[in-house]
């Protein structure tokens, strides 16, 4: 079964330094990989996904996340962080078979972002 | 504007009443999904629908049911059966690009239950 993890369940920057969430995924055939992003008290927003291709994908918002094989991970990153970015993110995948419709989630990471 | 609905934003209900939680999509997406969120918990899945008329139990079925008899609507049922049923539901819809299926969120319904 697939499984995700988050190292960290909350991470904080300044404004403007860099922006690392890890997500790190389990499963013998590399899957489909997603970021969301959720606000506060509202539904969850696409930031990027990795289906094929290019290893390093750009999203939304300035952000970018790299598929490392070797590595089995999906970390989001962004140059400089601003305000608007604390959130919560989340990391998912789906598999490549029949049953990709389902996405697994990790439990997320709160990022704040200190003026 | 294309996008799902979910209603009400909050809801209320004594324990032992069953409540129903409405999601309706205009993306004519075919899959519609039901997630619970819990707090340091991410999301887990509920139940999920590929095509009308079909459904199959999540990770967390227990004590909720839904129907799909229209593609545009999936509403879940949260049962007096569900032991801990405060929480914030979230239902998606997804659409295939390519290989891999896009997932949509509504603004999601959190439900309190005392």
């Known amino acids: 079964a697939q499984s995700v993890t988050q190292l960290g369940s909350h991470v904080s920057v300044s404004e403007g330094a860099l922006v690392l969430l890890r997500c790190n995924y389990s499963?013998?055939?590399?899957?489909?990989l997603f970021w969301y992003v959720q606000y506060p008290n509202q539904g969850l927003q696409l930031l990027l996904k990795y289906t094929t291709g290019a290893t390093l994908v750009k999203g939304i918002n300035g952000f970018e996340a790299e598929f490392k094989k070797s590595e089995t991970s999906f970390h989001l990153t962004k140059p400089s962080a601003h305000m608007s970015d604390a959130a919560e993110y989340f990391c998912a995948v789906s598999d490549r078979g029949t049953s990709g419709s389902r996405l697994t989630f990790g439990e997320g990471t709160q990022l704040t972002v200190n003026p | 504007d294309g996008g799902i609905t979910q209603s009400p934003k909050y809801l209320f209900r004594k324990e032992g009443q069953n409540v129903t939680l409405s999601c309706e999509q205009n993306?004519?997406?075919?899959?519609m999904y039901w997630y619970r969120q819990d707090p340091g918990q991410g999301l887990r899945l509920i139940y999920y629908?590929?095509?009308?008329?079909?459904?199959q139990k999540g990770d967390i079925a227990e004590g909720y049911s839904v129907s799909r008899e229209k593609k545009e609507s999936f509403p879940l049922t949260v049962t007096s059966a569900q032991k801990n049923p405060t929480a914030f539901y979230l239902c998606?819809?997804?659409?295939?690009?390519?290989?891999?299926?896009?997932?949509?969120f509504g603004p999601g319904t959190r439900l309190t239950v005392t």
């Open positions: 629908s590929q095509i009308v008329n079909d459904f």
């Open positions: 499963s013998s055939v590399p899957p489909y």
């Open positions: 993306l004519n997406h075919d899959a």
């Open positions: 998606a819809s997804s659409i295939r690009r390519g290989w891999a299926y896009e997932q949509y």
